[in-house]
């Protein structure tokens, strides 16, 4: 079989796989969610509510029926791309909600990765191309500095710092409530107010989004940095690069057009899959920082038990998370002719 029928029928076999995949999702969700202790007729009405009010509000959202036809009438909106309605935001379908939240986690998932990127190579780079220096030193600190900090707690640190005492960075939302936000375009301020020419738009937009985004990219920078210091260090050692050594190629040149593109392919496996788990909700984030985003909105969803808007979002992570994992594996059989499949 040739590497391009080999790789089409690699992508074809995932893509059947991932409904399964999707159903598992969706029935551990529907299962946990069930298990877990609390009632939402209790969150929507208060715990103080009149029981017969409390009583009446499950029966017209279905939670009294048997668990396995609520199941099955769960799995057959599905079927028909229903998600079902919030039960916390005013009755709105939940694929409005995914729609008014799910922006402005893609804004801070992409500056958050270019920063985790330029951080995390550069290092990764700088220690591997000069081993048992200080900058090989510096290199393995920052990623096992990094890896281990919390998120919330770099994240609280740095608003203290940035944000109260010196008051260089906002707190608490993406725009200034006083004033409008760009037009809505894309539902990606930055990029909405590139359409738009309005690039005063575009500079409150990056104030508002350094802050979470800097915080969000520190940490994931230092998984990108061990990756890149150690698969750069063991290719620089190939006997390629040693036979390309040999011949007077640069060193610079050895770096960036041999060994760099070999190391980059591990790299750009975490990059897909820890992107598209950034799409899914960099919850502790957008919590920490207030951000307005989808898994600040999950967050709030599980607190008060909505069930759909859980169960939507969720679902809606998992297709990205299997579309990512699927565009991985195409894209680095590309850059790599050995890969097979």
Avoid: C
């Avoid at 399964?20 to 009405?45: Q, S």
């Avoid at 990756?227 to 750069?232: D, E, W």
């Avoid at 607190?303 to 297709?319: C, E, I, K, N, S």
């Amino acid at each position: 079989m040739s590497r391009s029928k080999a790789l089409q029928y690699y992508i074809g076999t995932r893509l059947l796989l991932a409904p399964l995949m999707l159903w598992t999702i969706v029935t551990l969700v529907f299962l946990l969610l069930r298990a877990t202790p609390g009632d939402p007729a209790d969150a929507i009405l208060g715990a103080r509510a009149p029981e017969a009010a409390k009583e009446a509000l499950r029966s017209q959202l279905g939670l009294d029926d048997p668990l396995w036809l609520q199941y099955v009438r769960y799995l057959g909106d599905l079927l028909n791309l229903d998600l079902g309605t919030s039960l916390t935001s005013r009755g709105l379908p939940v694929w409005d909600v995914i729609r008014d939240y799910f922006p402005a986690t893609v804004e801070l998932s992409v500056f958050a990765m270019a920063v985790a990127l330029a951080i995390g190579v550069g290092v990764g780079i700088l220690a591997a191309a000069r081993p048992n220096t200080i900058w090989d030193a510096f290199g393995r600190l920052f990623g096992a500095v990094t890896y281990a900090l919390p998120l919330f707690w770099i994240g609280m640190l740095l608003q203290l710092v940035f944000a109260v005492q010196l008051g260089w960075f906002p707190l608490g939302t993406r725009y200034p409530i006083a004033e409008s936000p760009p037009p809505n375009i894309t539902g990606l301020y930055t990029l909405d107010s590139l359409l738009s020419g309005q690039f005063d738009h575009l500079i409150t937009a990056l104030h508002y989004l350094a802050l979470p985004s800097f915080a969000l990219g520190l940490l994931l920078s230092g998984i990108f940095e061990r990756i890149i210091r150690v698969n750069l260090r063991q290719t620089l050692r190939a006997d390629y690069v040693e036979a390309a050594r040999a011949r007077g190629i640069p060193e610079r040149r050895i770096l960036v057009a041999h060994a760099l593109k070999n190391a980059l392919i591990p790299a750009i496996t975490v990059l897909g899959l820890t992107f598209a788990a950034l799409l899914g909700g960099a919850v502790l984030t957008e919590v920490t920082f207030s951000w307005p985003g989808l898994g600040n909105r999950l967050y709030e969803a599980i607190a008060l038990r909505d069930y759909p808007t859980v169960q939507g979002v969720m679902v809606f992570f998992g297709v990205i998370v299997a579309l990512a994992s699927i565009a991985i594996d195409a894209i680095n059989a590309w850059i790599d002719p050995r890969i097979r499949y």
